[in-house]
């Protein structure tokens, strides 16, 4: 992946849980009202059953591991975990379901061939090291088990993200391309494929979902990008009132496109990937 090598890898998950912590009040909204739609689908690919022990790596405030939950009861088990501790504490809430854990995706402290399946849900794009996260998912999958990745689409299809990181790199340096990991570095699926088949997988394989997001208002995508988007939000605030200003302004000059009735239809792509750990089921 473009940059990956070349930036201080430590000091960027640092800055990850930071900014994803201080995203955590606001990101559940998004995570169970937005991306909902794209996790059952996901879940089916993947293979979950009832019975199994299941990983969810980068699970955020715990939508996608209740859900996993749902498909493995009433005796299987699910662990999440997260790097942000203000994550979990939002995945935390109520009795029963997932346990949850805080741990870094490329240094994950669990025995070797401990599930039958290890997910990861919106979380690889976001790695300092996806290749060293995925190497980690492998090593705790039991052989014949599965690992499953979704990702973030195209930025052409995937405008809830991407209005705003087209139009950020040309105010805020650190947005430009090769700055770190991407949205998109995974958009393609035969490179996720292939980023799969490099952890040691086999029966790869690749699937791409489309829709449409439904958004109250381009004040509330503002909102939402200012309190929700993890790195997008605090690089806004950093920006001068007057640039601050300039970029919304372009940003509600590009979302007119998608205004249908007062309301936005935002497209969205993901794409998803699974593969199988070799040996005896």
Not at 217 to 230: H, M, N, T
Request: charged share 20%; with cysteine; proline share 7%.
């Amino acid at each position: 992946m473009a940059g990956e090598d070349a930036f201080d890898a430590r000091a960027y998950t640092r800055e990850m849980r930071k900014l994803w912590s201080a995203a955590a009040p606001h990101f559940e909204a998004v995570s169970s009202g937005y991306f909902g739609p794209a996790t059952h689908p996901f879940f089916a690919f993947a293979g979950l059953s009832p019975g199994q022990r299941v990983l969810d790596v980068a699970c955020g405030p715990g939508t996608s591991a209740r859900l996993a939950f749902e498909s493995v009861r009433p005796r299987g088990e699910v662990l999440g975990v997260d790097i942000s501790l203000a994550m979990l504490v939002l995945a935390r809430r109520g009795a029963g379901g997932p346990r949850f854990a805080a741990m870094d995706a490329e240094a994950l402290a669990l025995p070797d061939a401990s599930f039958d399946a290890v997910l990861c849900h919106l979380g690889l794009m976001l790695f300092a090291r996806p290749r060293a996260a995925l190497s980690e998912m492998a090593r705790v999958l039991r052989p014949g088990g599965t690992l499953a990745c979704l990702v973030l689409g195209s930025a052409g299809r995937m405008a809830f993200t991407s209005l705003l990181t087209t139009i950020l790199p040309r105010h805020a340096p650190e947005m430009r391309p090769g700055r770190g990991p991407g949205l998109a570095d995974f958009a393609n699926p035969r490179r996720l494929e292939g980023a799969l088949k490099a952890a040691g997988l086999r029966e790869v394989s690749s699937r791409r979902l489309r829709g449409t997001f439904a958004v109250a208002s381009k004040d509330r995508y503002w909102d939402i990008a200012l309190k929700a988007f993890g790195r997008i939000g605090p690089v806004l605030k950093r920006l001068s009132p007057g640039v601050r200003g300039q970029v919304k302004d372009e940003l509600f000059a590009r979302l007119s496109a998608y205004e249908q009735g007062g309301r936005l239809a935002l497209p969205y792509e993901f794409v998803m990937a699974r593969g199988v750990k070799p040996g005896a089921a």
